[in-house]
């Protein structure tokens, strides 16, 4: 159970949160509970969407971003966010079960796509105490300098969305996956 009071509908939220909530109802058709939950601070839920946002127009593409999502879900054992992001990865950017499985083990089956997960999940695991030889990695696979900076944010924000939905409890409304393991 939620230890938040997620609210039922929009018209039930903040009237401050209710123009961003109806903007990802927009977007996605729905407007999942995480949001919903965020919305009770309007700010932020701004702050979230905001930086959420310019990510999405980053650089990195849209599947990478996914694995890096299902990796550090993974590392900080957030079944929420590992639900919510197998959903996405699967319906709409067609990854396959096979790279869902090597996404959640930290890793990739595309080459290049390997070298940012991993590079990402050694951000999570060693909270940004890469080692030299982690970001000769990623730079070899041909990550430009913004990129690695974007793989870095991505991380902090699944982080900060995986701490949000396991200190609230947010009920989770995609199809379960559980976390395999716990940081």
């Known amino acids: ?6 609210p039922a509908t929009v018209a039930d939220a903040p009237e401050a949160s209710r123009p961003l909530l109806e903007a990802v109802g927009q977007q996605l058709g729905s407007v999942p509970n995480m949001f919903r939950s965020i919305a009770l601070s309007p700010k932020a839920l701004e702050g979230y969407l905001g930086l959420s946002g310019a990510l999405g127009k980053g650089s990195l593409p849209a599947a990478t ?9 993974e590392v900080n054992g957030c079944s929420y966010c590992l639900s919510a992001h197998t959903f996405i990865g699967r319906n709409l950017l067609k990854l396959d079960d096979a790279e869902i499985a090597a996404n959640r083990n930290g890793a990739s089956n595309d080459p290049k796509a390997d070298a940012a997960v991993r590079f990402a999940v050694r951000v999570a695991t060693d909270r940004g105490h890469v080692t030299d030889a982690d970001f000769a990695a990623v730079k070899l696979a041909g990550y430009s300098d913004a990129q690695l900076i974007e793989i870095v944010q991505h991380v902090a924000l699944n982080s900060w969305t995986n701490f949000f939905n396991e200190v609230f409890k947010t009920e989770i409304d995609f199809p379960l996956v559980e976390a395999s393991k716990a940081a």
């Open 1 to 6: 159970m939620s230890r938040l009071p997620t």
């Open 65 to 73: 971003r996914e694995r890096i999502a299902l990796a550090v879900a």
